[in-house]
T-cell receptor
Framework: GNSVTQMEGPVTLSEEAFLTINCTYT??????LFWYVQYPGEGLQLLLK?????DKGSNKGFEATYRKETTSFHLEKGSVQVSDSAVYFC????????????FGTGTRLKVLA | GAVVSQHPSWVICKSGTSVKIECRSL??????MFWYRQFPKQSLMLMAT?????????EQGVEKDKFLINHASLTLSTLTVTSAHPEDSSFYIC????????????????FGDGTRLSIL
């Protein structure tokens, strides 16, 4: 079946530290991959996306590369800020039939000043 | 950018009442909208896919008579929690996708800010 596996949190880092949040997937065909961020009490915001193998999505200093060979889409940022504290969701979309999203369980990031 | 508005953002009501949540796409037409439920510190659980002009498609285990979905126009979908009880208390989030054209690659979904429902 189709699924997304994210590293469990919470992840606690000091400001300016390097961030990696692992995400791997299983899917039939070639899904599109996304990272969403959720701040407390809010809905989800699209952070970045990649639609085919070797694509790199980037936004606000965050990056993720669609790796077909390892079925991964790890999120990275070189220097985190306190304002990056949030929950991050990895997701894939199945493009056959309805565009149904499969979400990972989310990883909570806490950045300390 | 594409904006999805969800209303209300927070509602508290007595057990047994029905609650309607609205989801609007403000600057695009959405033939399909999605309703999710999120429990504290957990991921989003897809409840149903709302299709404009037709019946919603519910995920396994979701009671369609309990969670009524209406998608009467290309910019509005509503979720009504009927005869709500404390166990229905949760964070409900809607989303919508812009038309994908012919790319077949899947557009990102745009999410509302969610509705926190508390049933006393």
């Amino acid at each position: 079946g189709n699924s997304v596996t994210q590293m469990e949190g919470p992840v606690t880092l000091s400001e300016e530290a390097f961030l990696t949040i692992n995400c791997t997937y299983t899917a039939t065909g070639y899904p599109s991959l996304f990272w969403y961020v959720q701040y407390p009490g809010e809905g989800l915001q699209l952070l970045l996306k990649a639609t085919k193998a070797d694509d790199k999505g980037s936004n606000k200093g965050f990056e993720a590369t669609y790796r077909k060979e390892t079925t991964s889409f790890h999120l990275e940022k070189g220097s985190v800020q306190v304002s990056d504290s949030a929950v991050y969701f990895c997701a894939l979309i199945i493009t056959s039939g309805t565009y149904k999203y499969i979400f990972g369980t989310g990883t909570r990031l806490k950045v300390l000043a | 950018g594409a904006v999805v508005s969800q209303h209300p953002s927070w509602v508290i009501c007595k057990s047994g009442t029905s609650v309607k949540i609205e989801c609007r796409s403000l600057d695009f037409q959405a033939t399909t909208m999605f309703w999710y439920r999120q429990f504290p510190k957990q991921s989003l659980m897809l409840m149903a896919t709302s299709n404009e002009g037709s019946k919603a498609t519910y995920e396994q285990g979701v009671e369609k008579d309990k969670f009524l979905i209406n998608h009467a126009s290309l910019t509005l979908s509503t979720l009504t929690v009927t005869s709500a009880h404390p166990e229905d208390s949760s964070f409900y989030i809607c989303s919508a996708s812009q038309p994908d054209g012919h790319s077949g690659r899947g557009q990102p979904q745009h999410f509302g800010d969610g509705t926190r429902l508390s049933i006393l």
